[in-house]
Each structure stands twice: as C-alpha cells, then as structure tokens.
C-alpha cells in the first residue's frame, strides 16, 4: 500500500539552510561594496556581482518552498554545484579584497 509521504519539518529546515546560506553570500556582497567605496572600482563591481547573485539564489529558493516542490528540488546536483561555485567564486573575491587592502 502506498502511503502518502509526510515531509514533516524538512522542507521549512531545507529553506532555512539556503537562506542562511545566501545571508552570508548577501554580507559578503555588501563588506565588498563597503571596501570598495572610493577606492577601488573592481571591488564596487565584485561586491554588486555577488549581492546580485545572492538575492536571486534568495528569490529562487523561495520560490521553489512557496511552490511546495519536495526539498530534493533545492538538493539536486545541479542546484548544489551552483551554490558551491558561488560560494567558491565569493571566497575569491573576499580574498583578492583581502590581500590588495
């Protein structure tokens, strides 16, 4: 017999990962348009690029919870590879930020 499957609370903790996730991307943006303010226009554009960037993994992440897909939506390999290149690339620039201080 197949019985319905109840996802419980993992759909809402699946959410509030990605959003802790694009909360540290979104910081990150925001300390490199700060550290770029008057100084250095590649930071200015890094620090758009990533704030940008992690506003739509936000958009996206909500729209995929408020469509009530399953949370192996958010967790396809795909999606998972974006995320880490993203956070690969914002590690970069917050390095390059870092070292040309």
């Given at each position: 017999?197949?019985?319905?499957?109840?996802?419980?609370?993992?759909?809402?903790?699946?959410l509030l990962a990605w959003?802790?996730?694009?909360?540290?991307?979104?910081?990150?943006?925001?300390?490199?348009?700060a550290s770029g303010h008057g100084t250095s226009d590649i930071r200015l554009g890094l620090g758009i690029v990533v704030t940008v960037?992690?506003?739509a993994c936000w958009v996206a992440v909500?729209?995929?919870?408020?469509r009530g897909l399953e949370p192996s939506a958010l967790g396809s390999e795909r999606?998972?590879?974006l995320a880490a290149g993203l956070v690969l690339v914002?590690?970069?620039?917050?390095?390059y930020?870092?070292?040309t201080r």
């Open positions: 017999m197949n019985t319905p499957r109840d996802p419980g609370l993992q759909p809402e903790r699946t959003r802790r996730t694009v909360l540290g991307l979104v910081a990150n943006g925001i300390l490199l348009l960037l992690a506003l909500t729209a995929v919870y408020r999606v998972l590879r914002v590690g970069v620039f917050d390095l930020a870092v070292v």
